[in-house]
Structure formats: structure tokens, C-alpha cells
């Protein structure tokens, strides 16, 4: 079950939204100010990772966009 956290554009407040169901209709809307120009925000975590293979370690690369910068993170591990 994913939390996304979200930023309100209007009023600047940062929102938590619990998904329990992808398929659940989820109303979007800031809670303070009721606007629903909410957007989705990379959320911080406590997880710390270790040195994999060889020194082999999360990698990011930055580049412009229209917000201004955006980071693409490559993680090792598992993927689909």
C-alpha cells in the first residue's frame, strides 16, 4: 500500500494519500484549500543502501525540464 505525497500548488501544502486499491477512485484535492492543482513530489525516505556488487551503487542524472531541473534515479536490483 503506497503513500504518494503531493505538493498543492495553490497554497503550497504538502498532502499524503494512502493508495489501498489501484483501482480505487481516490479524490484529489488539497485538504487546507480544496484545489485540486496537486503535484506528485518525490517523497524523502529512511532507507539507506549499501555498496552492492563492486562497488556498483545508485547512480543519478540530472537534466532540465520544464520545472526546472529533474532527476532520474538508477537503482540496482531486482526489476521487472
Known amino acids: 500500500m503506497p503513500i504518494y505525497e503531493f505538493k498543492c500548488q495553490d497554497c ?17 484535492k488539497c485538504p487546507d484549500c480544496g ?4 503535484e506528485r513530489i518525490l517523497s524523502s525516505t529512511s532507507h539507506v543502501m549499501g555498496i552492492g556488487q563492486a562497488g556498483v551503487g545508485a547512480t543519478a542524472k540530472t537534466r532540465n525540464c520544464s520545472s526546472g531541473s529533474c532527476t532520474t534515479y538508477d537503482i540496482p536490483g531486482y526489476s521487472r
Open 35 to 38: 484545489s485540486t492543482n496537486l
Open 12 to 28: 503550497d501544502k504538502y498532502v499524503e494519500i494512502l493508495v489501498i486499491n489501484k483501482d480505487e477512485e481516490i479524490e484529489m
